[in-house]
């Protein structure tokens, strides 16, 4: 199958216009971009797609051997690219979209013109002299937890994960969003995430980069975007003054200015 039907590729805005693709994160699709990918359409060709186990993505084209990395969903980023036949992609990643789309970057420099990181972690776990934000055990526990019930576990993190408690329909939007996700794929998704280690990678981006940072972030602390900041060599650093891990969710005004100002 190809990859444009394979991911559930849409296209809009500019035809022949500078690409900006938008990756989401865990437990997402494409629709998480809807508050912010629509402001780019009068100057870019704007792409969203999703990850095989979410949205419309073709569920039977799923190898958990493939997958077992994040290098496997790298590669569906640059086959993606290489389908559409265009070069300088601004790529836009959320969350763990943020290290692949730097693995993208480093594989294949060619097709990629900048890179916006919107709240990532190289490594979500703690270490010596490095806040990751969970431990071991944490980890542990959240993979137990959805594994035993997936539904019961995205009904009670989705919340958490938006912050904003006084706008719960964000935190029920992100619930809908994690409960359309297969739950098999997603335990799976999990663990790749939350146990990757991508520290040693930064150095080797040469990509200009955004890290968007949230003050208030529950996923990835402030400890883990500022390590990416310092890591990546060619690297521009905004720190919104907000709750969530899903900025593109509970403050899109904000997200889209600091990446309309990087892009410009």
Request: with cysteine; charged share 20%.
């Amino acid at each position: 199958m190809d990859p444009i039907t394979r991911h559930n590729v849409v296209l809009s805005g500019v035809e022949g216009g500078p690409t900006m693709l938008f990756a989401h994160g865990f437990g997402c699709d494409q629709n998480m971009w809807q508050r912010v990918a629509p402001a780019f359409a009068k100057d870019f060709r704007v792409v969203t797609f999703d990850y095989v186990g979410a949205g419309a993505a073709d569920l039977s084209s799923y190898d958990p051997e493939r997958y077992s990395t994040l290098a496997g969903y790298a590669g569906d980023v640059i086959d993606i690219v290489e389908a559409l036949g265009v070069g300088d992609v601004i790529f836009v990643g959320h969350s763990v979209s943020a290290m692949i789309g730097a693995l993208a970057c480093i594989e294949r420099p060619d097709l990629f013109a900048q890179l916006v990181m919107v709240g990532p972690s190289a490594r979500y776990i703690d270490d010596v002299d490095y806040v990751g934000g969970f431990s071991e055990a944490d980890i542990d526990q959240l993979l137990e937890s959805m594994a035993s019930n997936y539904l019961g576990w995205s009904r009670a993190m989705a919340p958490a994960i938006a912050a904003n408690p006084d706008r719960p329909e964000l935190g029920g939007e992100l619930t809908e969003s994690f409960c359309r996700t297969d739950p098999d794929i997603a335990r799976q998704f999990a663990e790749v995430t939350f146990r990757s280690d991508n520290r040693g990678d930064l150095h080797r981006l040469k990509t200009p980069t955004l890290v968007i940072q949230v003050r208030d972030d529950i996923i990835a602390p402030q400890s883990a975007g500022e390590l990416v900041r310092d890591e990546v060599p060619d690297v521009a650093y905004v720190l919104l003054d907000t709750s969530g891990h899903c900025p593109h969710l509970t403050a899109p005004d904000e997200t889209i200015a600091a990446i309309a100002s990087f892009v410009s």
